[in-house]
């Protein structure tokens, strides 16, 4: 008599455990390190989107990059030379699409080009990095007439060091911000299941707000 | 992937689907009457909260839909249902999207719909066993044309649109055997417990008993 709950019960208790409480939903982390943009899709839960379609766009529409993430979701390519907003869309093909926006503010000041050689620590090509040194704006040294290296070059590789310690430091806590992001809370479920309730109680209240009324007006119809 | 986001459908479909979604629900809440609301709403709750639920599955992952369970129980009722549970999660959890609520509602309700007013005389006459076959069937069909639906949606707002076949069998195979299963055995109990869930006709207006 009751070995059909229990074994229904049994199927749902089987599929909890790989049904961790997430939401079902793709999204896209990426972040910028050493003049390149890397990153990886995931599904919220587990499962990362492997072989699909990648694009990054400016704001003006304009591909930076177009390109297929690897086996496990992950995606690089250089950073735009000039920094500017940058939208990487991932389309898993089957109605999955994410996308997330690096501000332009994410690149920092271009990177000179002599300083492409401590790329070689984030195994990048240098060529990624053919950038103009002189377009970033400096402020002008008065003392820097005594070094030999000069005060703007020493500048840029003390920014293009500190650029970088500081976003290998926070990739982790971005990564799991944007994992933290979605993540199914048990607050929201009993919201949302307590607004059904709700709703379900405004739909029995407006349904016997009108069958009272009709009750009320059929004696004054038939008598 | 019954949760298309924002930005990925032509207007054309989104409109449709929102249109044919209005039709659906003011058609529901015109038939809803009292004796049917509660049922309504723990379905849609049990949906709201299923349907979160996802399990990784290789490239993509899968979540039960219910719609088969909803149409056979609530019939029409379960297009206002789906709809209510996922502007929810929209609003929750960002899943899905605004412009999409009305197609996406439309991919995962009307299956189940029409699965319930086919399959739901018949389940109704049924013994348990056979019902429980029956309504393993009726998920699988479920959710066969919303994987139908969903891939029609995509390949109307994109000719170019390549849909691949491999990632297709891969989230649904399984996830169709899921939802046969759990509506297989929900199907059984409903009907050992309640049997007067699964009506012998159309809905005949309750109102009037």
């Known amino acids: 008599m009751r070995s059909p709950a229990i074994a229904a019960l049994l199927v749902l208790l089987a599929l909890l455990p790989a049904a961790p409480a997430e939401a079902h939903r793709l999204r896209v982390f990426a972040t910028v390190e050493g003049g390149s943009v890397s990153g990886y899709g995931f599904f919220i839960g587990g499962g990362r989107p492997a072989h699909v379609a990648i694009r990054a766009a400016a704001p003006d529409g304009a591909a930076i990059f177009r390109g297929e993430t690897d086996g496990g979701g992950r995606f690089a390519f250089p950073a735009p030379p000039v920094p500017t907003a940058l939208t990487i869309t991932l389309d898993a093909g089957d109605g999955h699409v994410a996308s997330t926006t690096l501000a332009a503010h994410r690149f920092g000041p271009a990177p000179p080009a002599e300083a492409a050689t401590a790329s070689a620590v984030n195994g990048l090509p240098g060529s990624a990095l053919q950038l103009t040194a002189g377009d970033a704006a400096r402020p002008p040294n008065p003392d820097g007439e005594g070094l030999t290296v000069s005060h703007e070059a020493l500048q840029m590789l003390i920014d293009r060091s500190v650029e970088a310690a500081v976003a290998r430091q926070i990739r982790p806590l971005l990564e799991s911000y944007a994992a933290a992001e979605g993540r199914l809370r048990f607050n929201d479920i009993a919201g949302g299941i307590g607004m059904i309730v709700g709703l379900a109680g405004i739909a029995l209240w407006v349904s016997a707000r009108n069958r009272l009324r009709r009750e009320s007006r059929r004696p004054g119809d038939t008598g | ?209």
């Not at chain 2, 789906?82 to 605004?98: E, R, Y």
């Open chain 2, 1 to 209: 992937m019954a949760h298309i986001p924002d930005g990925v459908l032509s207007p054309p479909v989104l409109i449709g689907g929102w249109a044919v979604a209005a039709i659906g629900v003011g058609l529901a809440l015109r038939r809803l009457d009292e004796s049917r609301i509660a049922r309504t709403a723990i379905l849609s709750a049990a949906f709201f909260t299923v349907s979160l639920l996802m399990i990784p599955l290789g490239p993509t992952s899968v979540h039960l839909l219910l719609s088969a369970l909803m149409g056979l129980s609530i019939g029409i009722a379960a297009i206002p249902a789906v709809m209510v549970a996922l502007a929810l999660q929209m609003l929750l959890f960002g899943v899905g999207g605004l412009t999409t609520l009305g197609i996406n509602t439309v991919n995962i309700a009307l299956p189940g719909v029409l699965i319930g007013l086919l399959a739901g005389p018949w389940i109704s006459r049924l013994s348990v066993p056979q019902a429980m076959l029956a309504g393993g069937l009726a998920a699988a069909g479920a959710v066969a044309l919303t994987a139908g639906g969903v891939v029609l949606a995509l390949l109307l707002s994109h000719s170019a649109y390549s849909v691949s076949a491999q990632v297709l069998g891969i989230t649904y195979v399984p996830l169709l055997l899921a939802e046969a299963l759990v509506t297989a055995f929900a199907v059984g109990f409903l009907k050992r417990v309640k049997p007067e869930v699964f009506p012998a006709g159309l809905p005949r207006p309750l109102a009037a008993e």
